[in-house]
């Protein structure tokens, strides 16, 4: 029988408009690999009351129960004391746990805060889980019901490394457990995407599908039961087909990025690029930088966000941005060409367009983006009505340049 799992995220802070749950999804791919299916994510805030009931819930409904945060040392950290609570197990306080804490504080030439004892506070019967990145150790007890709780520090690094090292290995696998493959798809819309894949998706047979869409991309996600150490039949083969109806519109798998495959591309190739950009103001080259390494193949970029800016630091003619207007094709092919002219690059890509609220007139609406790439036998340009506030036509817009740098490096090596 499939165990299934519940993840409570403790915390008020992530009940508010400004922090997410980062920890459920990790955890959530950790215990698929386990062969243990999420159940329910629940988020709770620092209110007893609250903390008990949702321990209680989950408990009640899930085999394993991994709850993250509030295990510090400050007033509003209660998971502890509530979990004693609901479970009726008296805090105990490890002397291990203190001694450990007071070297830790040593170590770093400072006395331990009084406070910090809390974190020594175990429940009856409770095994200690190892922190080496931090001062909040984890909690895990095995009820009288059989079900498995585990209480995490909040901290991602702390957390992240706790499971690795301690806690899958208290799971312990399933008979079966969960093998993933996610698909990542530029250039299409998420309905245009499932028109293409309908074919596909009829033949999955026992492979969960779900298709959903990402910033600026869609991402469809396969999921298939085996036995450890197995091969995923249903995925591979659906791998095929996938790639084959969707053609250059998939771009990567699993952990690839849009980012990482142009710079693997340039760097497999010896080629660089360069970046000339203006409604992106600098996006293009913030993401391409984003890789590690990225000074072997990417020379710089020049945010031309003015014509004087235009004329100047690229080379583009004043009576073009006369003619045209700087959101148009032929400005946006001159700023490819003039960057990579300029700085010797191989590849210049380039960003011009109205980011909103305000466009151009009527022909030109908020969202009119243009975008062009120029290489040394090669010349590519696109142009979107991208719908949105400001922030979403920028945000887009890095990634269509971006995205046709992709495809432009794949039909120059073809």
């Known amino acids: ?21 980062s920890n459920g999804s990790f955890l959530a791919r950790r215990l698929g690999a386990q062969g243990i299916a999420l159940a329910f994510r629940t988020i709770v805030g620092d209110d007893p009351a609250d903390l008990r009931a949702a321990v209680s819930t989950a408990l009640g409904r899930a085999d394993v129960v991994i709850a993250t945060g509030g295990l510090g040392p400050t007033v509003d950290d ?12 008296p805090l105990i306080e490890d002397a291990a746990l203190v001694r450990g804490l007071e070297e830790r504080f040593a170590r770093h030439g400072l006395s331990m805060p009084p406070a910090n ?19 909040a150790p984890g909690l895990l007890i095995r009820t009288d019901a059989g079900r498995l709780l585990a209480l995490l520090p909040g901290v991602p690094v702390e957390m992240e490394r706790m499971v690795e090292e301690t806690l899958l290995g208290a ?24 028109r293409r894949l309908q074919p596909a998706h009829a033949a999955a047979g026992g492979v969960e599908w779900t298709i959903l869409a990402a910033p600026g991309q869609v991402e469809i996600h396969l999921r298939e039961r085996v036995p450890p150490g197995a091969r995923a039949a249903g995925i591979e083969r659906l791998d095929a087909a996938i790639a084959a109806a969707l053609g250059d519109h998939l771009f990567g798998r699993d952990d690839q990025t849009l980012e990482g495959v142009v710079a693997a591309a340039l760097a497999g190739r010896g080629e660089s690029v360069a970046a000339a950009e203006s409604v992106t103001g600098g996006g293009v080259a913030r993401l391409l930088t984003s890789i590690p390494g990225a000074s072997r193949w990417f020379l710089g970029g020049v945010v031309a966000y003015t014509d004087a800016a235009k004329r100047a630091l ?9 003619t ?43 969202g009119t983006v243009h975008v ?43």
Request: glycine share 12%; aromatic share 2%; hydrophobic share 40%.
């Open 78 to 89: 209660l998971t502890r004391e509530a979990v004693s609570e609901a479970l009726g197990l």
């Open 372 to 414: 062009a790439v120029a290489g040394p036998h090669l010349a590519e340009h696109r142009t979107w009505r991208v719908p949105g506030p400001r922030g979403v036509v920028q945000e887009r817009s890095v990634r269509s340049a971006i995205d046709l740098l992709r495809r432009s490096l794949m039909r120059a090596a073809a």
């Open 314 to 322: 690229l080379g583009v003619d004043a009576a073009m941005l006369a």
């Open 171 to 194: 799971i312990g696998a399933s008979e079966e457990v969960f093998a993933t493959r996610v698909f990542k798809v530029s250039g299409l819309t998420e309905s245009e995407t499932d």
């Open 324 to 366: 045209h207007g700087a959101v148009s094709e032929p400005v946006a092919r001159a700023m490819a060409e003039g960057i990579r002219t300029r700085l010797g690059a191989t590849w210049g890509v380039a960003t011009t367009g109205y980011a909103g609220p305000e466009g151009g007139g009527p022909d030109l609406p908020p």
């Open 1 to 21: 029988m499939t165990r299934r799992a519940e993840v409570i995220a403790i915390g008020s802070e992530l009940l508010g408009p400004s922090r997410v749950d």
């Open 117 to 135: 004892r809390r974190q020594a506070m175990v429940p009856a019967g409770a095994s200690v889980i190892p922190n080496r990145h931090g001062t």
